[in-house]
């Protein structure tokens, strides 16, 4: 069935420095790919997205590129600062946008 | 401002019982979920609808059930509660992408109900 990995499970990073999370999908159907950012103790919020026909996006310190040929898509966090420790989902969606496969997130903490 | 509230934050209830779990959205948003989330397995659908009265399943739906009698409210049910169903419920709503040009399909959450089952 449709599933979507996500790596790593954890990461730690120094303030400042960079972090990558990867996602893999398995469904070449899937054109739109969201990413949430979760709080402790707060819902699920959505910081970035992109869709299909686009391999990269942009907002502030937040990208995220995509590679339909290999099925896989990644965010990446650059300057990061405390405030980005959270968990993070990303997430395909299949049929018209009503199915989303979210993967098993991954939990960032930023050291100061 | 967009708002998805559910009935309650904490839930203490025992095994066999009957328990319900009740989602509102204020933004006429057509599709409405229902997910569960726990520790390394990130959110996993249980249920979504994308209509009044419709109802799809979805990955986990064993021993749930929605009701969806109204546009703005979505209900989980959980016929008899068991202590593997303790849990974290998020439910979410988003707009119809096929019908609404405003939607890239975003799904705005509520604030989540912990359940546990005694």
């Known amino acids: 069935g449709e599933n979507v990995e996500q790596h790593p499970s954890t990461l730690s990073v120094q303030e400042g420095d960079s972090a990558v999370i990867k996602c893999t999908y398995s469904d070449s159907a899937s054109n739109y790919f969201p990413w949430y950012k979760q709080e402790l103790g707060k819902r699920p919020q959505l910081i970035i997205d992109i869709r299909s026909n686009v391999g990269e996006k942009k907002d502030q310190r937040i990208a995220v590129t995509l590679n339909k040929t290999a099925k896989h898509f990644s965010l990446h966090i650059t300057e990061t600062q405390p405030e980005d420790s959270a968990v993070y989902f990303c997430a395909a969606t299949y049929t018209g946008g009503f199915k989303t496969i979210f993967g098993a997130g991954t939990r960032l903490f930023v050291k100061a | 401002d967009v708002k998805v509230t559910q009935s309650s934050r904490y839930l203490v209830k025992r095994t066999g019982e009957k328990v319900f779990l009740e989602c509102v959205q204020d933004?006429?948003?057509?599709?409405m979920f229902w997910y569960r989330q726990d520790p390394g397995l990130g959110l996993r659908l249980i249920y979504f609808s994308y209509d009044v009265k419709m109802k799809e399943k979805g990955d986990i739906p064993e021993g749930y059930s929605v009701s969806r009698e109204k546009k703005e409210r979505f209900s989980l049910i959980l016929e008899s509660a068991s202590t593997n169903q303790t849990s974290m419920y998020l439910c979410a709503s988003s707009l119809d992408i096929r019908t609404s040009a405003r939607s890239d399909g975003e799904q705005f959450f509520g604030p989540g109900t912990r359940l546990t089952v005694l």
């Open positions: 933004m006429d948003h057509e599709n």
